[in-house]
């Protein structure tokens, strides 16, 4: 897919500089590559670039696991956390099917939204969110498709009664076994694991 200066210029009101800054933002942190004389295309990671940025992210996402659980412990927690995890943890498990990956990770990415939120760490957030989590995640839904989703949602059953119930160790292993899954899944002949945190 092209991206055209004048196009996103015009589509988004806003003049050509800052649209070409964008677009050069965006190509340093390899999410757009900008072809000479033709604009800037979207790029497409390959599996070991997926699996790089996965466990950067994945650390990153441990880190709010074992905080929130901490937080949890010492009764920490902002009120309506425990529904929120709840209640995104029965969004995903209504998603049915092995080819609706990308609409189960939407759903589960919003667990580590609401454990973002309840840690209150802005860098650990804008950390996250530099990392186009939502772009790596659409990405890896699709490499997911027809995987059986299962053993992933009781993964994070466990990590969300952990973190509730301010078990960090074991929340910190449900969501280590789950990343490391996702990890084997993008990458069976390069397995490597999430460092641990």
Do not use: C
């Not at 800037?40 to 929130?68: D, S």
Request: aromatic share 4%.
């Amino acid at each position: 897919m092209s991206l055209a200066e004048p196009d996103l210029s015009e589509e988004t009101s806003v003049g050509r500089v800052p649209v070409r800054e964008a677009l050069r933002i965006l190509a340093g942190d390899g999410v757009v590559e900008i072809v000479p004389f033709k604009g800037a295309r979207i790029r497409r990671p390959n599996r070991i670039e997926l699996l790089q940025q996965y466990q950067v992210i994945a650390g990153l996402n441990a880190m709010a696991v074992v905080l929130a659980a901490e937080a949890a412990a010492l009764a920490r927690l902002a009120p309506g956390v425990e529904a929120r995890l709840e209640g995104a943890l029965a969004e995903a498990e209504r998603i049915e099917g092995t080819e609706r990956w990308p609409q189960r990770l939407r759903a589960l990415e919003e667990i580590h939204i609401i454990l973002l939120d309840a840690v209150s760490n802005p860098f650990l957030t804008q950390a996250v969110g530099r990392l186009h989590v939502d772009l790596l995640h659409r990405l890896i839904g699709n490499v997911m498709n027809g995987i059986e989703a299962k053993p992933h949602i009781a993964r994070y059953q466990s990590l969300v009664e952990n973190v509730v119930q301010g078990d960090a160790p074991n929340a910190k292993d449900a969501y280590r076994s789950h990343a490391n899954a996702v990890a084997h899944s993008l990458s069976p002949a390069h397995p490597v694991l999430i460092a641990d945190t």
